[in-house]
C-alpha cells in the first residue's frame, strides 16, 4: 500500500527476521519479566507513521508490555488488531482493563462476534476476517503417507492443532475412531495438558500418530479428513486452509465458525457423522463438487487480496495512506 514497514518484536523465530527490518525490544516477548524501557519503545517506534498492534493489546499474556504499548501510542495514529479479548477465555475472565482504547485508534478484528461485542464495551471496530493464499503448493500426499508408515487405503483424519482443551482431542480422535481411520495428532501438548492427552491417546481404538510437520500442504495432501470439533476459536484457519486444498473438514459448533459457514461453506458436523460418511462413499463427482464449492467460498470471502482491500478501505478512509 505504499508503506515501508519495520516490525517490532521481543523476541522472534531464529531465521524469522533474516530478510525483516527488526528491532528487538526487551520486555515485548510473552514470557518476559520485566516491563519494556519506555524510552526503548518509544526509540523503537520513533519516525512511525502508523502503527498495527498485533493482539498485544487484547490478550493479556503480558499485561506490562500491553500498558506500555498502550502508553506509547495515545494521540498516534494506530490500528489496534484483535484476536482474543479477555472475556473470551474462562483463565482471563477477571481482565477489565484490555483492549485499551484510544480516539487516535482504528480497532479490527477478525470476527464479528468480537466486533459486536467490543461495541457493547463502548469500543468501535472493523472487522476484517483472516486472509489466506487462494493457490497454496499441492503437497507431496503418497511421499507423506509414506513416512508415516500408512498403507495406500488407510483412511487418515488429520487434526492439524495444539493439544489443549478447548481443540477437543477426545472427540477428534472418536471421529477417527467411527470413521475406522488413522488419527494425525500435529501439535504438542500446552497449558499442562500432557497428562490428559497421554491418557485420551492411550485409550484410542484407532491407530495414532502424534508427530509435527512443518510442511502444512504436505499434511493436507496427506489427509482424507481434516478434523477440527473445536469448542472455541476466535477464528480457526485449519477449515480454510482444508477447503482450499480440496479436503472434507469436520468442524465443531464453535460460534465464529457457524458465522463462517453463513459465508457459505458447507463443512461437515463434528457431532453428526452420517452425512461425512454418507460423502465419503459416494460417486467422486459429488464428492469433488462440494470440495470445489467449497474452495469457491474461500476463494471469494477469504483471500489475502480481499483482506488487503478491506485494509487499504480502512486506512484510506481515516487518511492513513501514504
Known amino acids: 500500500m505504499g508503506f515501508d514497514v519495520d516490525w517490532v518484536a521481543g523476541d522472534v523465530e531464529p531465521g524469522w527476521a533474516d530478510d525483516r527490518p527488526l528491532t528487538l525490544v526487551e520486555g515485548l516477548g510473552i514470557d518476559a519479566g520485566p516491563p519494556p524501557d519506555p524510552d526503548a519503545l518509544a526509540a523503537a517506534l520513533a519516525g512511525s507513521d502508523l502503527v498495527v498492534v498485533e493482539n498485544l493489546c487484547t490478550i493479556p499474556l503480558n499485561p506490562r508490555a500491553s500498558a506500555a504499548v498502550a502508553g506509547a501510542l495515545r494521540g498516534r495514529p494506530a490500528v489496534i488488531h484483535h484476536h482474543d479479548p479477555p472475556w473470551q477465555r474462562d483463565r482471563f475472565a477477571h481482565v477489565t482493563d484490555l483492549p485499551p482504547d484510544d480516539e487516535g485508534w482504528l480497532h479490527v478484528t477478525i470476527n464479528d462476534l468480537t466486533r459486536r461485542q467490543m461495541a457493547e ?7 476484517i476476517r483472516n486472509g489466506f493464499r487462494t493457490d497454496p503448493p499441492a503437497g507431496d500426499r503418497q511421499s507423506t503417507r509414506n513416512r508415516l508408515g500408512l498403507p495406500p487405503d488407510e483412511l487418515l483424519v488429520v487434526h492439524p492443532v495444539r493439544a489443549i482443551p478447548r481443540k ?7 471421529i477417527a475412531e467411527e470413521l475406522g481411520a488413522t488419527y ?10 500432557g497428562p490428559e492427552l497421554a491418557r485420551q491417546l492411550a485409550a484410542a481404538r484407532c491407530p495414532v500418530i502424534h508427530a509435527p510437520l512443518a510442511d502444512r500442504a504436505d499434511l493436507y495432501a496427506a489427509a482424507d479428513v481434516v478434523a477440527f470439533p473445536s469448542t ?25 465458525a457457524d458465522e463462517l459457514r453463513e459465508l457459505g461453506f458447507s463443512w461437515f458436523d463434528a457431532d453428526d457423522l452420517g ?4 460423502w465419503l462413499g459416494s460417486p467422486p463427482e459429488r464428492r469433488q463438487s462440494l470440495l470445489a464449492a467449497d474452495r469457491a467460498v474461500a476463494v471469494r470471502e477469504l483471500s489475502l487480496d480481499r483482506m488487503a482491500d478491506r485494509l487499504e478501505s480502512l486506512l484510506s478512509t481515516a487518511g492513513w495512506l501514504p
Open 121 to 127: 464495551r463502548g469500543i468501535a471496530a472493523t472487522t
Open 168 to 174: 477437543a482431542v477426545g472427540r477428534a480422535v472418536a
Open 184 to 193: 494425525w495428532l500435529l501439535g504438542p501438548a500446552e497449558d499442562g495438558y
Open 232 to 256: 472455541w476459536e476466535g477464528f480457526g484457519n485449519p477449515p480454510v486452509e482444508a477447503s482450499l486444498a480440496l479436503r472434507p473438514v469436520v468442524v465443531g459448533r464453535y460460534p465464529v
Open 275 to 278: 452425512p461425512l460418511r454418507a
